[in-house]
């Protein structure tokens, strides 16, 4: 069964850093094959994309609501995609999910969903 699963999220003040981390398994390709996407949602708002890597990690994409503040990356060997915040915000408080694409590149249109991890920021 493909499966995509986050962890990393949780309760921090303003200022601070995350890392978010999104583990796939069972996909239709290999890990290798397939682009990756982060996205969020807010209480009250629609979901919304900040991040696209390709298979290969060398395509990187993010929203310009959080651009230079995220980074994505990924980690063959773990089967796992990763996304730095830094410098957190309130606006960023969401539920942050991991998708795995139908493709090799960004933008992806996604076929898998993880269950999501939670981020709070604080003031």
């Known amino acids: 069964q493909a499966q995509v699963e986050e962890s990393g999220g949780g309760s921090v003040q303003a200022g601070g850093s995350l890392t978010l981390s999104c583990i796939a398994s069972g996909l239709h390709r290999d890990f290798d094959d397939v682009a990756m996407g982060w996205f969020r949602q807010a209480p009250g708002k629609e979901r919304e994309g900040v991040a696209c890597?390709?298979?290969?990690?060398?395509?990187?994409r993010y929203s310009d609501s959080v651009s230079g503040r995220f980074t994505a990356s990924r980690d063959s060997s773990k089967n796992t995609v990763n996304l730095q915040i830094d410098n957190l915000q309130p606006d960023d408080t969401a539920m942050y999910y991991c998708s795995a694409g139908g493709g090799r590149t960004c933008p992806i249109s996604s076929q898998y969903w993880g269950q999501g991890t939670q981020v709070t920021v604080s003031s």
């Open positions: 890597i390709n298979d290969d990690g060398r395509n990187i």
